[in-house]
């Protein structure tokens, strides 16, 4: 399984590869040729399109080589180019798209037996995907959908024809979801939408969203609750209350800027203005003023002027974001801004991207310095830390989401899920150093996950489980497993 683009994707692919399993599928063990090869796509990112045939095209050989493979093309980009793909990459075998992941072994069993590539694209949804079996990555965290597609029109975004029209999931139906995965061992759930803010529109409670936080927070042994993304324009004071007084949603909120112009604003069709998205940001840190602001920001969008640029600048001095998410624009075919008169050269996108880039790191190491000499609660996740290996730290994110590289004295044993206390030493741009100065000064919270992550060790290598007898994983530092 390939996965392309944003975490919607990630939790699809979780969602595609659950199907597979509840069909009879098994993962392919590393180094092994699979049989079934699935690429989810993003239409959104820079050269989607370019990336996708590339890597089929790489596919055409083992193709040939083992003619039993299947290739399925599943996502974003497969709905919206449809036969496309076939036409320009005959070795393909299934097509599906964002509406009907479900069907994926369905599709390759018809495109097996019929001999012939099977195309299948729905213009609507066909079933929740969260109503689908579930291949979670770890054990501690999950993603929860609350909704899928989207009600507005920003000029840049292919989201809305690609995804649909937003649909709601009941609250009773996410809930109970969110109780499942901590019954089996998560502590920490994050919601995902379009636009998680305006959850709700579908039965008519603009509310809806504050009222699931607080939900949510009432599931016992849920710990950590984070939600992505919400919109500006949207955003109302309900919501920040529920963050505040809900003490398992975390002191964290990625809200997309997109521009701090406000000609750029309305270009983009985005109907908040930059006034107005500083005081949500000071609303925020008013009741939660250890929150950390994240956002995404795009450079150069058609019609941008110096004053314009200058005016994102000015925002992201006044915001002082834990990080931010920088793209140049680049024309999307399909979207209205790809027809808009004065695009912006690429080197002068390219110029002003650096300087927003320097601008940012900046910041983020000056908000991220703050921090040194505080405490943080890191949940101990797998595959955030490249380094780990060498540089003897486990990695994870504290509460508020920034990424932290934490040593280990000799002899603790932490696993993922389990959670560290650990004083920040020192920081960088994008992590924080949490280097203990004693052994003793190094408390970990072994919680339900790092037993759940335990039962899961055990169960990959046939080892009794520790309800079964003696402790079967100890696993001291620095080994972890890195997720692909
Ligand atoms: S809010 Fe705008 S950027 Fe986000 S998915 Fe909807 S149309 Fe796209």
């Known amino acids: 399984m390939r996965t392309f683009g944003c975490q919607m994707n990630v939790h699809d692919s979780e969602r595609m590869a659950g199907s597979l399993e509840a069909a009879g599928f098994h993962e ?47 996502g ?41 590539a099977e195309v299948e694209i729905l213009e609507a949804l066909e079933v929740f995907p969260s109503t689908l079996p579930t291949k979670r990555e770890n054990t501690y965290s999950g993603w929860v959908s609350i909704s899928v597609g989207c009600n507005n029109t920003c000029t ?14 009941r609250p009773g139906e996410i809930l109970q979801e969110i109780q499942a995965l901590v019954a089996d061992g998560a502590t920490e759930v994050t919601l995902l939408g379009q636009n998680v803010n305006t959850y709700g529109v579908e039965f008519g409670d603009k509310q809806a969203f504050g009222k699931l936080l607080r939900a949510a927070g009432e599931i016992d042994g849920l710990e950590r609750i984070r939600f992505t993304s ?14 505040a007084e809900t003490p398992a ?17 309305k270009a983009m069709r ?15 840190r008013e009741r939660i003023p250890h929150a950390a602001i994240t956002t995404d920001i795009i450079v150069g969008f058609p019609g941008e002027t110096e004053d314009d640029f200058q005016d994102t600048m000015n925002v992201v001095r006044e915001a002082r974001f834990a990080s931010a998410f920088t793209f140049q624009y680049s024309i999307r075919p399909g979207t209205p801004a790809a027809e808009m008169p004065d695009q912006v050269p690429k080197e002068v996108v390219q110029e002003r991207f650096e300087r927003l880039v320097a601008l940012q790191d900046e910041m983020s190491w000056e908000e991220n310095k703050k921090l040194i000499g505080s405490d943080v609660q890191v949940l101990v996740a797998t595959g955030e830390g490249k380094k780990d290996q060498s540089t003897e730290r486990l990695s994870g994110r504290a509460e508020d989401g920034r ?23 020192d920081a960088k741009p994008f992590y924080l150093i949490a280097d203990p100065t004693t052994p003793e000064g190094f408390p970990v919270r072994r919680t339900r996950a790092g037993d759940a992550w335990d039962r899961a060790q055990a169960e990959s290598c046939g080892a009794p489980t520790a309800a079964d007898g003696p402790k079967p994983v100890s696993l001291g530092l620095p080994v972890l497993r890195q997720d692909s």
Request: charged share 20%; net charge neutral; glycine share 8%.
């Open 28 to 74: 392919a063990a590393a180094g092994d040729l699979a049989d079934v090869i699935v690429i989810n796509t993003c239409a959104v990112r820079e050269n989607a399109d370019n990336k996708l045939y590339g890597t089929l095209g790489h596919l055409a050989e083992k193709k040939r080589e083992h003619p039993g493979l299947q290739i399925a093309v599943g």
């Open 76 to 116: 974003c980009l497969a709905q919206k180019d449809q036969s496309t793909i076939v036409e320009r990459a005959p070795w393909v075998d299934v097509v599906f798209g964002t509406h009907n992941m479900g069907s994926l072994p369905t599709l390759l069993e018809r495109s097996r037996h019929n001999q012939q």
């Open 156 to 169: 840049f975004c292919i989201v809305p024809s690609l995804r649909g029209k937003e649909k709601d999931r």
């Open 230 to 243: 919400p919109h500006p324009a949207a955003f109302t004071d309900d919501v920040i209350d529920a963050m």
């Open 249 to 265: 949603v975390m002191p964290q909120l990625h809200m997309p800027l997109q521009s701090g112009s406000d000609s750029v604003l």
């Open 270 to 284: 985005r109907s908040y203005r930059s006034t107005k998205y500083l005081g949500i940001l000071e609303r925020v």
């Open 403 to 425: 990424l932290v590289h934490v040593g280990v004295p000799a002899g603790h044993t932490v696993r993922p899920g389990d959670v560290i206390t650990a004083t920040v030493s």
